[in-house]
């Protein structure tokens, strides 16, 4: 699965990326969220997938991680979660990563 994300883009922070996509369970949120793409899904969606591992007030604190860093958008917790994009690719080598949008 790619993850492509333009740096020119200033909704969107490299460093806060990082941050949300270093935590194993935000990273399976946002794989099945990008699964789901376009369509939303309700934390109580998310909590099955997670398999009730989670309570829900645990899965809204990681997908405000994922919404600070510009991956995950809502239009209200009841209307559910969706990925903002469906790819994204990061590279790191030794200057750094670099974040770019494939089309």
């Known amino acids: ?4 994300i333009s ?6 922070n490299g460093h806060k990326i990082c941050e949300a996509l270093s935590d ?6 946002l794989r099945f969220l990008i699964s789901k793409y376009p369509k ?3 934390i109580s969606e ?3 997938f997670l398999d009730g591992n989670f309570s829900p007030t645990t899965i809204s604190f990681h997908l405000r991680k994922l ?9 209200g917790h009841k209307k559910g979660f969706r990925a ?4 994204l690719n990061i590279k790191f080598n030794g200057n750094g990563f670099h974040i770019k949008e494939e089309k």
Request: net charge positive; no cysteine.
């Open 24 to 29: 194993p369970t935000r990273v399976k949120i």
């Open 84 to 87: 903002v994009r469906r790819n």
């Open 7 to 12: 740096l020119t883009d200033k909704k969107l």
């Open 40 to 42: 939303a899904q309700k």
């Open 46 to 48: 998310i909590g099955k």
């Open 1 to 4: 699965m790619k993850i492509v």
């Open 67 to 75: 919404r600070e860093a510009g991956l995950v958008e809502t239009n």
